[in-house]
């Protein structure tokens, strides 16, 4: 793939690059995607009818499951070149930020040091009722699922934020910021649908913000970037940064 010369010269001259990105950042990782139609056991299930605090009311077994099995597939897994790559960047540029929507931890295992979860991270939990937070991931006896809350006894449920419910305002606050701050914006691997964080790329275009749209297939924020790479997140992003600094090994 080559890359525009303007788009490299932005890249290198970066004051402040943020690096936005979803599902597909981590699907060459081996963690489908949130639009990829499920599989097995969960293959009746859509990812968004099972990921609200509805379903987990109404059937927090199914629910807590699979978590469960979702958080032991992603334990399985490792950073692809992709996320190396933006973790490399940090090591380039004088100020990078990751905002991801993934909950899979995979930008912090590659080494990203600057990484805002809005959705939070799957291999946590809290309790459904009190909130508060749980070390014990999968339950202190094994035996109850879900697991309980061992100051109140209500059920532990992920740390993830589900449909229908706010982003925690700390992290979210922080994006629009660091967003707003920003003179480069790559948007890696998402398909722009979910809200609110499908506005910080509209609101980093808003603010003069050059926007970089990098996705193998279209998506609905093509149209305010002023660059599509149309490609894969762990094929553009290691040759984006070959061509910008050849020298680098
Ligand atoms: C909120 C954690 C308000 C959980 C996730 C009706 C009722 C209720 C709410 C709404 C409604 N209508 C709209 C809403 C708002 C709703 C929303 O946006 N719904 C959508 C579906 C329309 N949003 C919310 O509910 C949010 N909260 O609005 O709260 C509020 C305010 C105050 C008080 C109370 C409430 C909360 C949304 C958070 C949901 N949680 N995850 C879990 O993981 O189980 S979101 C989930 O979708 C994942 O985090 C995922 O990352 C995210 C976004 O999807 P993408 O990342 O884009 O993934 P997707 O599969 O869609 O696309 C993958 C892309 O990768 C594709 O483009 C593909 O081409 C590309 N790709 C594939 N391979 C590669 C690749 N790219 C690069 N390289 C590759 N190799
Ligand atoms: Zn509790």
Known sequence: MSFDTVLLEKLRSARHLVVFSGAGMSAESGIPTFRDAQTGLWAQYRAEDLATPDAFRRDPVTVWNWYAWRRAMMRERQPNAGHLAVARLERLLPEVNVITQNVDGLHQAAGSGSVIELHGNIHGSRCFDCGRTSGEADGANGIDIPPRCTYCGGMLRPAVVWFGEALPMQAWQRAEDIVTDADLFLCVGTSSLVEPAASLPR??????????????DVTAHDAIAQFVLRGKAGGVLPGLLAAAWPDDS
């Open 203 to 216: 609101l980093a275009r808003s603010r003069g913000c050059t926007v970089v749209q990098i996705n193998p």
